[in-house]
């Protein structure tokens, strides 16, 4: 094994479509890995929200910018002797890549490990990509850049139709044109080339309609491989498999394609040198013949978290062993207890992913799905059958527990099919709706390519829902049970409440088919005699008082990792408190559902009637449901009927709380000032995480939102300690805060948002499950604020009040959005969340804070150049202010016409652009920035086509006029990049 | 929900299994093994280790994309077939589901039953013997049959009874092997590597193998126990005098290890899946290999003068090869693959290198 003593371990930045909490768990598993072995972990990652940048696997944390001056500034400080970038998705390997070229790592004597430059090379550049397959024989998607028509044709003749053709370079994946035949392809070739910038290209063989199948491989550097699982997407090539439902194994493989594609898997990895996990991609055509390599990833990834969680073998961990030299079976599977890591998982039970997508926060989007991933989280929910992990996975991804949606319930035959057509967020839904109404299955096959096999499974859900209207026999209840079909689903379907009832038991998932009797299993609920759970807590009792957490399922935007971060807080709050910890929760990217976190894990859905099956085995005495989000608070009520305690605030206080009539009630009552839903309150915002032990309170980090439009806290940039409220109202607001607490009187947190209007302190709302502050707030204060409101719920009394008033360095939350992954969504932001993470600035000043976070979001900076301004009537006021500070810069400033009528009048040069002069300039690349607020009238095309195009072309956009005002503030004050200090908290 | 016919599976210790026939409705007994496999499953029905046991499949759905009786036409070596779940087919090719194929062959299996409860069992007792049967009328009399099974003088019954020559592919070798009851399939490496392969029956003895001036002798595999036919042990013996090179595979490796003098023991737990780890020693690289064994050579009665042990089980560190020194030997527990992507492909070479003449590394 290898010798190093201090490894830099780089995280994968904010959470963001396409990247969600997964790099948490895998970096947290990497950092445990190191750690076990005595190295020294140095972790750096933008993100305050990654559980990973908390010290408990980590000696040093940078919450820093991901971006080669910063992380050379890391590698200069602590010198450590290696680097390992596969945690961190690609950004971090192209950061890690580039960091060698330059010859950083060498000045420091740092070795990258996990993967070498050739590698990354290879896979990230496709005209490397497909030599080094071509190389080793294995087929790629055939696939040409042409400068001409003729030439087009001649390829796509050459390849066969259809193809698929876009122009070459375009950031707009989505402008790509499907051709049948030689004539549609020579119009929309021509069409093509006339919108390229290059006058270029691409013609691809269309290979939509095959089966997708992934398979993730893990080597070591002795050329030892196993592949861990196959994983098959049920939608097949043209939705990109984020947004695919998906089996694990695959499950419509014959044995010779299944070996075929397996093979090569091991093939590719071995000659490509990968050594660590790698997720490999094929398209197989329908009949099995013909397969592409369509992808190669030499990372962890979202697949190899959904596979680690439903295989029970830990490939983030097992990376990091190899990366310091291990070989496979000279590491443990703890799971087992007995065996190694070159055992390959055997599943006896079938796993499915559902997407989770956020439409219900960007209303504009475009639902159609494509080769650019969409969803925001996805649930993962087993059976020993499809149709029970597929019936457990609709009541995971969505609300309803039957596979139906309303909207295809009334409509005609013909209606339906063109739905089916559709590839959108909802065709799952219209394809059962057409089996339930026997639709011909292979038409549906023929129309959307989904294999038969899942189409009768399918079927087979349709016709039990049937049989359960038709037959109200035992027999038939118990046999829709075992399907999974829910008491509530059943009565959904007869309108009745079922006489029968039957309660889910337990199986392990233990890695090996129950080879071997597993030490460290965790469990689904399945039908059947044996109950796996309660004979493990029979094997291994303990008097531990237990303690059931919730969690809060897939990851949806607004839900930036904070309900996660303070789960995994609890957890360990609790256990340190004597507590035996048992977790239920869906989503395969958390930590939650890692098996050493809390000690015994459920995998399974997060309705009332799951949660209760766990209840039934498990017994226990208290149940946390407050970071589980609006449906666990509501599962209250069923857990108290069920003598479960809940701890701290439950679904009572989360009403009273809510229920704003109520709420405005308390704060009348208590003497508290608060906004009326008449009056519109424009000023500063206040927020408040506030911790109380029933008498006392305590505010860890106060924090002021730079933006004083109405949007969501969550969406806002925040500094703490303020800057701009002074001590006479930092006075009122503790009083404030002091009645609210009184006059509540609760064990736990409450976040508390206040608005400063006409020098006067308003409440403007409470919330008792907003924890999208906390991570931030915690990593600010440097205290663990979830121990702290956990210590109080279980009747431990605060050591610290009042609002802790910390000296010294400046912190900055940055939201950050996904706009770019959806087509149609407006940036302008309202009382919706529509951030997915959000990233940490740490500073001396609040300007250096505020600009590394800007750094840290992602934002290119530039010193010099022209800003396009178009504002609303209202922001007119801070709009001069604004433009005066980025014209005292030198920078140049264009407005759209009223926008530069209220310039110039107030003596600054404004150049006046039309929209569509503006869009040209914008697509020209000829602004350093664009502050573009939301008109009075909602719909303004106009400037959501402006925003649009500033996305596009990743041009910086404000959608506020304070937070452009502070940013070029920061810009004004500020020294380069290189010369801001990285700190290690 | 269609109407299917009740079966059971009954195990020696009366443990009762009820779910739905599969297959050919009737009764079955043998020793009961579970096989972790997630696919393959005409590969394990036609596996000769099989030979007399019922398998159950721990991987819940089988036979997704049913059976192709031109490619899978081996001939089924199991008694018995257990899944928890089959599925119906629906490719437009000449697949067969599950229950028609084993109808078409005749063989008893039963579905619907809950597997893992099943291998939890089968784990925790080690050796189970059972019996599918589609009625529990006369219970005590099965019973009393299922206790007293054994499997006995199946290696001449499965055996093929006549010489059969096999022609390879740009031929360099000419090999004997010796059919314990292995399929076909399992001499192909030796075939698309350069041999001819003449399959000669079991208790074919030293001097008439030497008739086909072998460069080369593979002692194949076979069922269970390895101390059932002392003649077998005795051939194999004056084998090892012909100063022919001699490769043994599962029952043959066993075989051999008794012909040596060294012992063979039952094994607490057998290996039974796809998933078997297997190192090398004095190297750090390791096979996965696809195993459904009880015995195993007794590690600590193999004699160093005579042979190394060059593979071991990781999980269990039972031995999985041998090189012998006192004669041209090398023998190995689990099937090597053919093909030269496969970790195990090199196996099959090294027999190549010691047929050529050539020191293995």
């Known amino acids: ?985 | 929900m269609m109407e299917r016919k009740k079966a059971y599976l009954v195990l020696q210790d009366k443990i009762i299994f009820e779910g739905y026939s599969m297959g050919k409705s009737g009764v079955a007994i043998g020793e009961v093994v579970f096989n972790t496999c997630t696919s393959s499953y005409t590969d394990i029905l036609s596996d000769p280790t099989y030979y007399g046991q019922i398998v159950a499949q721990t991987y819940p759905l089988a036979a997704n994309r049913g059976v192709n009786p031109e490619t899978d036409g081996s001939e089924i070596m199991s008694n018995g077939y257990i899944v928890r779940e089959w599925c119906d087919v629906y490719s437009d090719g000449n697949e067969m589901n599950l229950d028609d194929y084993l109808k078409s062959r005749g063989i008893v299996g039963i579905c619907g039953i809950d597997t893992r409860r099943l291998t939890r069992y089968l784990r925790d007792k080690g050796y189970v013997n059972g019996v599918i049967t589609d009625s529990l009328e006369n219970l005590d009399e099965l019973l009393y049959k299922v206790e007293n099974y054994t499997v006995s003088g199946a290696v001449s019954e499965i055996s093929i009874k006549e010489p059969v020559c096999l022609k390879g592919e740009n031929v360099k070798y000419n090999v004997v092997a010796v059919d314990y009851g292995s399929p076909r399939k399992q001499l192909n490496a030796f075939l698309l590597n350069g041999c001819n392969v003449t399959v000669v029956p079991a208790f074919t003895d030293a001097e008439e193998i030497m008739k086909y001036s072998p460069d080369g002798i593979v002692l194949c595999d076979g069922p269970a126990d390895p101390d059932d036919e002392p003649q077998l042990i005795d051939n194999i013996k004056a084998y090892t005098k012909l100063g022919v090179p001699i490769f043994a595979i599962g029952l043959g490796h066993q075989m051999l290890a008794l012909a040596s003098g060294f012992k063979i023991v039952k094994m607490e737990k057998g290996h039974r899946g796809s998933n078997q780890p297997v190192i090398l020693a004095n190297f750090k690289k390791v096979m996965i290999t696809t195993q459904n064994h009880g015995y195993a050579v007794d590690r600590d009665s193999v004699d160093s003068n005579n042979a190394d042990i060059i593979m071991t089980n990781i999980n269990d560190n039972t031995v999985e090869g041998l090189k012998y020194k006192n004669f041209n030997g090398l023998s190995v527990q689990f099937t090597p693959k053919g093909d030269v992507d496969s970790s195990t492909g090199f196996i099959i070479r090294d027999f190549f290198k010691m047929m050529a003449g050539e020191e293995n590394e």
């Open chain 1, 1 to 985: 094994m290898s010798n190093y003593k201090k490894i830099l371990v780089l995280g994968a930045g904010p959470v963001k479509i396409g990247q969600s909490l997964e790099f948490d768990y895998s970096a947290l598993q990497v950092c445990r890995a190191l750690k076990e072995e005595g190295i020294t972990v140095v972790f750096a990652n933008s993100s305050p929200s990654a559980l990973a940048t908390d010290k408990v696997f980590a000696d040093k944390v940078y919450i820093e910018p991901l971006n080669i001056e910063s992380v050379k500034r890391i590698l200069e400080k602590e010198k450590p002797d290696a680097l390992l970038s596969t945690a961190g998705g690609d950004d971090s390997l192209e950061l890690s890549l580039e960091l060698a070229q330059n010859g950083y790592l060498e000045e420091t004597n740092t070795v990258l490990i996990g993967i070498n430059q050739d590698v990354i090379r290879n896979v990230k550049n496709r005209h490397s990509f497909v030599d080094a397959l071509c190389e080793i024989s294995e087929p790629t998607v055939p696939a040409l850049v042409v400068n001409g028509v003729e030439e087009a044709c001649d390829f796509a003749d050459k390849v066969g139709y259809p193809v698929i053709v876009r122009p070459a370079y375009t950031p707009d994946r989505e402008s790509a044109e499907y051709c049948n035949d030689r004539e549609s392809l020579a119009a929309k070739a021509e069409k093509s080339l006339e919108t390229s910038i290059v006058s270029q290209i691409l013609i691809e063989k269309s290979i939509a309609g095959w089966k997708e199948i992934e398979f993730e491989v893990i080597r070591d550097s002795e050329d030892n491989c196993i592949s861990v699982a196959s994983v098959e997407s049920i939608d097949p090539v043209g939705i990109h498999t984020g947004d695919s439902l998906v089996v694990i194994p695959a499950q419509t493989l014959t044995d010779s394609e299944f070996t075929k594609l397996r093979r090569a898997a091991r093939k590719i990895v071995s000659s490509l040198g990968i050594e660590g996990s790698c997720n490999v991609q094929f398209a197989l055509s329908p009949d099995g013949k013909e397969y592409f390599v369509t992808g190669v990833d030499p990372r962890v990834s979202r697949t190899s978290a959904l596979v680690s969680k439903a295989t029970g073998y830990r490939i983030a961990y097992v990376s990091a062993k190899i990366a310091l030299g291990k070989a496979l079976f000279e590491i443990e599977n703890d799971v087992t207890g007995c065996t190694t890591a070159c055992n390959e998982p055997a599943m006896d039970y079938c796993a499915v992913k559902f997407p989770k997508w956020s439409f219900e926060s960007f209303s504009e989007a475009n639902r159609t799905l494509g080769t650019m991933m969409k969803a925001t989280g996805e649930s993962l929910t087993i059976g020993t059958g499809f149709e029970l992990a597929f019936m457990k996975g609709i009541r995971s991804a969505g609300k309803n527990h039957l596979p139906h949606l309303e909207q295809f319930e009334n409509i005609t035959d013909d209606e339906l099919k063109n739905a089916i057509r559709k590839s959108d967020d909802t065709r799952i839904f219209a394809v059962y709706e057409a089996i339930y109404r026997d639709f011909s299955i292979d038409e549906i096959n023929e129309i959307t390519k989904i294999d038969k096999w899942f189409l009768n499974k399918l079927k087979n859900i349709a016709d039990t829902e049937k049989l359960v209207k038709a037959d109200n026999s035992k027999a038939s209840y118990e046999y829709a049970k075992n399907m999974g079909f829910t008491d509530f689903a059943i009565e959904q379907i007869t309108g009745e409440k079922s006489e029968y009832s039957l309660s889910a038991v337990f199986n392990s998932i233990d890695t090996c088919s129950a080879e071997f009797d597993a030490k460290k299993p965790y469990f689904y609920s399945v039908f059947g005699a044996d109950n796996e759970a309660k004979i493990f807590i029979n094997a291994n009792n303990t008097d531990k008082k237990k303690v059931l957490v919730i969690g809060s399922g897939p990851s949806v935007a607004g839900r930036t990792g904070d309900n996660d971060y303070c789960t995994v807080h609890a957890i360990n709050s609790l256990k340190s408190q004597g507590f035996e910890v048992i977790v239920i929760n869906n989503n395969p990217a958390s930590v939650t559902t890692d098996y050493n976190v809390a000690d015994r894990v459920y995998i399974d859905p997060l309705c009332n009637e799951d949660i209760l099956n766990v209840v039934k085995t498990e017994k226990p005495e208290y149940a946390l449901v407050l970071f589980g989000g609006e449906n666990a608070i509501k599962a209250s009520e069923m857990l108290k009927d069920n003598d479960v305690e809940i701890l701290g605030p439950d679904y009572d206080f989360y009403r009273k709380i809510t229920n704003k009539i109520e709420f405005f009630d308390i704060l009348d009552y208590a003497n508290v000032k608060h906004t009326s839903s008449k009056k519109l309150c424009v000023g500063t915002c206040i927020e408040a995480h506030v911790i109380s032990d029933g008498e006392n309170y305590f505010v860890p980090a106060l924090c002021e939102h730079i933006e004083k439009a109405h949007i969501n806290s969550g969406d806002s940039i925040s500094v703490t300690p303020t800057v701009s409220v002074d001590d006479s109202m930092l006075e009122t607001v503790n009083e404030y805060i002091g009645a609210i607490v009184k006059e509540l009187s609760f064990k736990g947190a409450l976040d508390i948002q206040f608005v400063v209007f006409d020098n006067d302190l308003y409440v403007t709302k409470a919330s008792a499950t907003n924890t999208t502050l906390v991570p931030f707030v915690t990593k600010a204060s440097g205290m663990d604020v979830v121990d702290m409101a956990i210590r109080c719920m279980a009747g431990e009394k605060l050591s610290q009040t009042g609002i802790n008033n910390k000296d010294g360095k400046y912190f900055v939350r940055v939201p950050v959005f996904s706009f770019e992954k959806l087509k149609g969504a407006d940036m302008v932001l309202d009382e919706k969340t529509k951030s997915t993470g959000d990233v940490m600035g740490i500073g001396d000043t609040f300007d250096n804070a505020l600009l590394k976070g800007m750094i840290a979001s992602g934002m290119r900076i530039k010193r010099t150049g022209s800003i396009l301004v178009s504002v609303r009537e209202s922001d007119k006021t801070d709009t001069v202010k604004m433009a005066e500070e980025f014209l005292s810069q030198g920078f140049k400033i264009y407005a759209t016409s009223d926008t530069a009528k209220l310039l110039n009048s107030n003596h600054i040069a404004t150049n006046t652009a039309n929209s569509e002069q503006a869009v040209e300039m914008i697509n020209a690349n000829k602004f350093s920035y664009v502050v573009s607020t939301l008109q009075n009238n909602r719909n303004s095309d106009e400037e959501s086509i402006i925003r649009r195009a500033a996305l596009m072309r990743k041009t910086p956009v404000f959608t506020s006029v304070q937070s452009a005002y502070a940013f070029s503030k920061s810009l004004a004050n500020n020294n380069v990049m290189e010369e801001l200090e990285v700190t290690d908290i």
